[in-house]
């Protein structure tokens, strides 16, 4: 019982995260559309992609996020806590409605992305994926004369994750399964069985397309405290997976609705880790988005290259750039890398100690081809999906700087 107990406390503070994140991600894009982060200057230096604390709380109360200013700084250093955002400098761990830059890790590539942010944005990735199918297997389902909405047998989900290429077998697809189940992404109908490679019914547990409410997280945390409780917010909200009724099937195809997001949240399905997503492949937000779940346009708005570069250019006799042919065999967690860019597209970003570093995927270099097929001339978007709808292994030709 102490056990089980346990498994669920850790589990419930692993959704907490996650809420965090898609609360903290969603924030970012608010943020950067209404230009409150930009490239400010401080005691003769630039420092890119911030915003001033004391303007954030501002803004924070301006749009009822926070009922004042003191709890509109709380909410801020729950996002600090969580490595969402931080200080310019990294010279203050406390969060101040002053005058001081901070800037999210996201927007600077310090972002941590550990296992349990990994396999978040994979959840996502996922999700996205499956809501985005018009023969899903998430459907309104009854068992014992009570129907789930959105639920899946766990024999499906591993049918679907090996069709389109997520695992090399059924035991890979099982251990995926059991390790979102574990970080609080999917769980049992009921919440009595671990998952299994049968019919039984599962769930995902969050719904990253609702509109979250900075507010929120503190709610949460209070909750996540108490003893005792036996739903939490989120599972008593209208848009809840765990919402149960007793009356007939209807709308098997329901998903969930997206309410007042922008194109750019909804663009996170783009990426295969997403939000918070993108083609961070492998974590990027983890498209948290997104996340990453999470615009992937906007994931990392700041350009790695110190120049532009045409087709001409690369393609030019005697440019200084060399060609290799690299092949990426993605794992778990996927292959770990962020393409942009248009005509040519980049390596904006590569996952340390993902496959595709392990490969010799490296920022800065433009994409050639993929699997073949000759992709200089598209955007990054065309790009994606090409990887995305291919197999696992990707082989990959890139030109980079003879200097590199």
């Known amino acids: 019982m102490e056990r089980t107990s ?6 419930l503070a692993r959704q907490h995260k996650a809420e965090v994140m898609i609360a903290g991600e969603q924030l970012r894009l608010k943020l950067h559309d209404e230009k409150l982060i930009k490239e400010r200057r401080y005691h003769l230096r630039t420092y890119p992609n911030c915003f001033v604390g004391q303007e954030l709380i501002d803004w924070l109360l301006s749009h009822k996020e926070a009922p004042d200013r003191t709890t509109a700084v709380c909410l801020m250093q729950h996002l600090m806590d969580h490595d969402i955002v ?9 969060f101040k409605d002053a005058k001081r830059l901070y800037r999210f890790r996201k927007d600077d590539g310090t972002f941590p992305f550990n296992t349990e942010v990994k396999i978040f944005m994979r959840g996502q990735q996922l999700y996205e994926q499956l809501i985005g199918d018009k023969n899903s297997v998430l459907q309104l389902r009854e068992e014992h004369g009570v129907a ?15 069709q389109n290429g997520e695992a090399e077998s059924r035991r890979h697809g099982l251990e995926l399964c059991r390790a979102l189940q574990e970080h609080g992404i999917i769980q049992h109908v009921s919440k009595k069985h671990d998952f299994f490679d049968s019919g039984l019914f599962y769930q995902f547990c969050i719904n990253f397309r609702r509109r979250r409410r900075l507010s929120e997280l503190l709610n949460d945390t209070e909750q996540n405290n108490e003893e005792g409780g036996v739903l939490s917010k989120e599972e008593n909200h ?3 997976p765990f919402l149960v009724c ?5 709308d098997e195809h329901s998903g969930f609705q997206s309410v007042g997001l922008r194109k750019e949240m909804k663009s996170v399905n783009s990426g295969r880790r997403g939000s918070l997503n993108s083609l961070k492949i492998r974590s990027d937000f983890p498209s948290f988005t997104p996340l990453s779940s999470i615009s992937t346009v906007q994931c990392n708005p700041k350009s790695v290259l110190s120049r532009n570069f045409t087709c001409e250019e690369l393609l030019a006799p005697g440019a200084p750039f060399i060609k290799k042919v690299l092949t990426v065999i993605g794992d778990a967690l996927g292959w770990g890398f962020v393409v942009r860019g248009t005509a040519p597209c980049y390596i904006q970003a590569v996952d340390p100690g993902s496959p595709a570093a392990a490969a010799g995927i490296k920022v800065r270099q433009f994409v050639c081809q993929v699997n073949g097929q000759f992709v200089l001339y598209m955007d990054y978007r065309t790009v994606t ?7 696992r292994t990707v082989v990959v030709e890139v030109m980079e700087p003879l200097e590199e």
């Open 246 to 250: 007793k009356n007939s099937l209807h």
């Open 385 to 391: 999906k090409l990887v995305m709808t291919g197999t």
């Open 238 to 240: 209208q848009d809840s």
């Open 148 to 162: 789930y909405q959105r639920a899946f047998p766990g024999c499906q989900l591993i049918d679907w994750i090996i």
């Open 86 to 94: 931080h200080h310019v400098c990294d010279k203050y761990s406390i």
């Open 6 to 11: 346990s498994v669920r406390k850790k589990t």
